[in-house]
């Protein structure tokens, strides 16, 4: 994946308040998931991001008033001029990737059928990337997941501190989402 490197741990401010997309373009960060992007403020959003070098990323299930189908997919890429997206839905990110989207995959570890369901689909998934779900579940399962994942993994949810941060980090992750902007 040639849009982001991964040689180097990435951490990818999520922005939950139009407030602080400001700090997050004044980062370090080389991607940007706008997680309170609409259809309304979207193109202004990716423009703002291009504009200092980043790339945009939007999470599918939270970008409001939009047709998740494959039109929708077209008009992210080739209007808004988005990079890629998150989803949880394996068929939502198929038709992104065939709109030439980059795109990760969520999953919610909250039980051993959520782990293992994950496993499945990261052993033969054709997304970009993964994204792991709380990150403290995730820390727990890595070493597992290392022996199917051909892709980045990241980590994300509850992340409050550098410590946090910096298990993630030497546990092999390739990057994390975080929302706390003293983190970025």
């Known amino acids: 994946m040639s849009w982001i490197d991964f040689s180097e741990f990435q951490v990818i401010p999520s922005i939950r308040r139009l407030g602080d997309l400001e700090i997050a373009l004044n980062s370090e960060a080389q991607v940007i998931l706008l997680t309170e992007a609409h259809i309304a403020n979207l193109q202004e959003l990716v423009k703002l991001v291009h504009a200092k070098?980043?790339?945009?990323?939007?999470?599918l299930e939270?970008?409001?008033?939009?047709?998740?189908?494959q039109v929708g997919m077209k008009l992210l890429k080739n209007y808004y001029h988005v990079d890629g997206v998150m989803s949880t839905d394996s068929g939502k990110l198929g038709?992104?990737?065939?709109?030439?989207?980059?795109?990760?995959?969520?999953?919610?570890?909250?039980?051993?059928?959520?782990?293992?369901?994950a496993l499945k689909i990261i052993d033969c998934s054709r997304v970009d990337g993964a994204e792991l779900l709380p990150a403290v579940m995730a820390l727990d399962c890595y070493q597992k997941l290392m022996t199917v994942a051909k892709i980045p993994l990241l980590a994300g949810g509850f992340i409050r501190d550098r410590k946090m941060m910096d298990k993630i980090k030497g546990c092999g992750f390739k990057g994390l989402t975080v929302s706390d902007k003293s983190l970025w």
């Open 95 to 117: 038709m992104a990737k065939q709109c030439g989207l980059v795109t990760f995959q969520r999953f919610f570890l909250h039980d051993s059928r959520s782990f293992e369901t």
């Open 62 to 69: 939270l970008l409001g008033g939009f047709g998740k189908d």
């Open 53 to 59: 070098d980043k790339k945009a990323l939007v999470n």
